[in-house]
């Protein structure tokens, strides 16, 4: 590991060209131009000017709602918190009800009991005070222990970084990894957003490897393989590989075969492996299973200094809640110098919040058998993932039900990425817009029917291919809505640009 921090710099290059703030200033304005973000865009601020139209000028359009099929955000949608979360984090956040005698009547006794345990791990008991850098000792070691129950092999609370949502672990990493635009960082295509806005931002180049749409967007390492050999050709030096297990947009979950194929890929070249494990638990298949990368690369005998991984995950997953910025990275396979690296920029930011750190150490330690919540919290928990597999195999049919569509099953996570195959006088009447086909379609789709998906070109796809990025959130009683809207719409629009 030491030629890796041997070869590091910082991102700005050190030359006269950055000695004056302006042109510092020119340098990261650049970066910024780079950067994009689809799930937030064009479609998302169309969809936020019809709904205060809608509140505004009730029936001035088609549709009385706004069906929003873009984002990744449950509890927005009305899904209910897990209770057992939300007890302990408010009993944490107001001690003084622990003291009480009538919150025995209202709070389960294990919350309660949680509560003080985690408390008592807190410096002065504070929630809105400081913490470490890397998060709260007695938090990681909760999450640690989670990490090992679940792999069945030991995890280090050392390794664990707590992180405000997995989005700012990721720019962490970016920021340690890429020194200029010559160094590049392998992601899938289509892949989640944020990865092409981070590597913009930290001024390197996205390397992109693509999925095969054919197979259920499978990962070849043929394609791998051949990706990383043009990328050297042009003097570009690949320096870790991301994988999104379950992907988002596209919904698949990887065979343990397969993920063992990327771990001797990332081995052999010399790459940092850096596993997206934030749906870990939305798997809607029967004879699909989750193996974190952490497990896959233990189970082949590598050990501590034998391959670099950082594994992320957040406050996502199945129980939604994303405004809680939570979440954390696992660290392994590298050495005293870079790590002590990755501990500055953790630094920089102080510390993640404090309720979010709570949150990590509950998600990856929920109630156990016996404890007075664990009936009603795998209800909640069950209740969650079966209605989803449910909203997602409608949805699902529903899109291979549109002329010219096809969707793959959506295996585990919150979405579909569906193909659709326009019309040439479609795809015409986009280009004379100077719009991409598929943003296009989804921009009508909108202000025919107010449902919101996402462009699949904010995503990236094979080049001629259109798709779009749909969520399978909305309330289960409005997914028959989505279909039927959408069914109506397509067929309209496909008539009205037939060749």
């Known amino acids: 590991m030491k030629s890796f921090i041997e070869k590091s710099n910082p991102c700005v290059p050190s030359s006269g060209y950055f000695e004056y703030p302006f042109n510092i200033m020119v340098y990261f304005g650049i970066m910024v131009l780079k950067c994009e973000y689809a799930v937030r865009g064009e479609i998302a601020s ?12 009730p029936g001035s359009h088609p549709f009385e709602e706004i069906l929003y099929c873009d984002i990744g955000n449950p509890q927005s949608l009305g899904q209910q918190p897990i209770t057992f979360f939300r007890e302990v984090l408010a009993l944490c956040d107001h001690p003084a009800l622990l003291n009480k005698s009538e919150t025995h009547g209202l709070f389960s006794a294990d919350s309660i009991e949680r509560a ?6 807190i410096p002065g008991r504070a929630t809105g005070a400081y ?10 070691d909760t999450v640690a222990a989670g990490i090992a129950a679940r792999d069945g092999f030991p995890a280090d609370p050392n390794d664990i970084f707590l992180t405000d949502g997995a989005s700012s672990a990721v720019h962490m990493i970016m920021r340690l990894l890429i020194r200029s635009e010559n160094d590049g960082i392998f992601c899938p295509v289509p892949r989640y957003p944020l990865y092409l806005a981070s590597i913009a931002l930290h001024g390197g180049t996205l390397v992109p490897y693509y999925l095969d749409e054919a197979t259920g967007w499978g990962l070849e390492i043929s394609e791998l393989k051949n990706q990383l050999e043009t990328t050297r050709q042009k003097n570009i030096t690949v320096r870790a590989l991301v994988v999104i297990n379950p992907g988002n947009p596209t919904g698949q979950v990887l065979a343990e075969t397969n993920q063992r194929e990327i771990v001797e890929f990332c081995d052999k070249e010399g790459l940092v492996l850096l596993a997206d494990e934030v749906y870990q638990e939305n798997i809607y298949v029967s004879g699909k299973q989750f193996h974190s990368f952490k497990k896959v690369s233990c189970s082949m005998g590598y050990g501590d200094n034998d391959l670099s991984l950082v594994s992320f995950q957040s406050s996502k997953g199945y129980y939604g809640e994303c405004g ?8 392994t396979g590298f050495g005293p110098e870079v790590r ?3 501990y500055k920029l953790a630094s920089v930011n102080l510390c993640a919040n404090i309720s979010g750190q709570i949150l990590a150490s509950l998600v990856m330690s929920p109630p156990k058998a016996g404890d007075e919540s664990y009936e009603s919290y795998f209800a909640e928990k069950n209740g969650i993932l079966q209605s989803l597999a449910r909203r997602a195999k409608t949805l699902e049919d529903g899109l291979n039900k549109l002329e010219g569509a096809t969707c793959n099953k959506a295996e585990g996570s919150m979405y579909l990425f569906p193909r659709i195959r326009l019309p040439n006088k479609a795809i015409k009447e986009a280009e004379s817009l100077k719009k991409a086909p598929d943003a296009y379609y989804a921009a009508r789709l909108l202000n025919a029917t107010g ?3 996402v462009p699949g070109s904010g995503f990236g796809q094979v080049p001629g291919t259109w798709h779009f990025r749909c969520t399978i959130l909305p ?8 279909v039927s809207r959408l069914t109506e719409f397509h067929q309209k629009f496909m008539d009205e640009f037939r060749d």
């Open 451 to 453: 449902i919101v998906v």
């Open 131 to 140: 913490s470490h850098s890397q998060g709260v000792k007695g938090l990681r």
């Open 46 to 57: 169309l969809a936020q000017k019809l709904q205060q139209d809608l509140q505004a000028n």
């Open 340 to 342: 002590e690296q990755i």
């Open 116 to 121: 003080w345990q985690i408390l008592d791990q």
């Open 475 to 482: 309330q289960e009683e409005k997914i028959p809505t989505v």
């Open 324 to 331: 809680r910025r939570c979440g954390y990275m696992e660290v």
